[in-house]
């Protein structure tokens, strides 16, 4: 029995809250708890700064591959620049071609090799300018040569004397052309009119007075 109310005792005694070994295990219990909420503060912090660097990185992405697009679409600037004189030969040859008879043939075996680099380049995004009966613009035209028209408005395209191309809507060559101008109006100076001298006022003449008796019988004697 005695053993027995011991045991018990013991039991209660353990039971007892506010006892050190208690007070002990609450304490723990409380810095695991701001640990862990410590812990996943760092993990929302984290996982906020992995999703920034994520975003700065897709967006570094898309930069790099929209400068290499574009590098990549320029990049045959210079080759086709230089491909265009030979254009411009391909069409003397064929303007001199239709102006000679004889060589029709020929001249047609010219323009079907003319017409296959055209699609070519074309195909790569060159584009010929269309610039007679088009106002004159600074971006796309160098004008050669100024000359007096009556029959289309001042500063229009009214000769192209070479091609001007754009390339992805890039001006790669500017057209050479002849601009309208206004005809030059001969300007007389009208000679002034001479002042007419004022009119003199003419004096009114004297009223003659007839002659009195007195008058007449002065003259009779």
Do not use: C, W
């Not at 996982?47 to 967006?59: C, P, V």
């Not at 570094?60 to 590098?71: F, I, Q, S």
């Not at 043939?105 to 079907?112: A, D, H, I, N, Y």
């Amino acid at each position: 029995m005695e053993e027995e109310l011991n045991q018990s005792g013991e039991k209660q005694e353990e039971a007892v809250p506010g006892t050190p070994s208690e007070a002990g295990d609450l304490s723990d219990i409380d810095e695991r708890s701001k640990r862990l909420v410590e812990a996943e503060k760092q993990v929302e912090q984290y996982k906020d700064l992995l999703l920034r660097k994520a975003a700065e990185f897709d967006n570094y992405k898309k930069r790099v591959d929209n400068e290499a697009a574009t590098v990549l679409k320029f990049a045959r600037v210079d080759l086709i620049s230089d491909l265009l004189p030979i254009v411009d030969d391909f069409e003397r040859s064929l303007k001199l071609g239709k102006d000679r008879k004889e060589s029709e043939s020929f001249s047609k075996g010219v323009e079907l090799i003319y017409q296959k680099l055209i699609r070519f380049l074309e195909s790569h995004g060159l584009k010929a300018m269309e610039t007679v009966g088009k106002e004159f613009d600074v971006h796309y035209h160098d004008a050669l040569l100024q000359i007096q028209r009556t029959d289309v408005p001042p500063h229009t395209v009214v000769e192209e004397v070479e091609k001007g191309y754009l390339l992805d809507d890039r001006v790669i060559r500017h057209a050479k052309v002849v601009v309208s101008s206004s005809p030059m109006i001969d300007e007389t100076t009208s000679e002034a009119s001479a002042e007419k001298p004022p009119d003199r006022a003419i004096e009114p003449s004297a009223q003659q007075v007839p002659d009195g008796p007195d008058e007449i019988q002065r003259r009779e004697s």
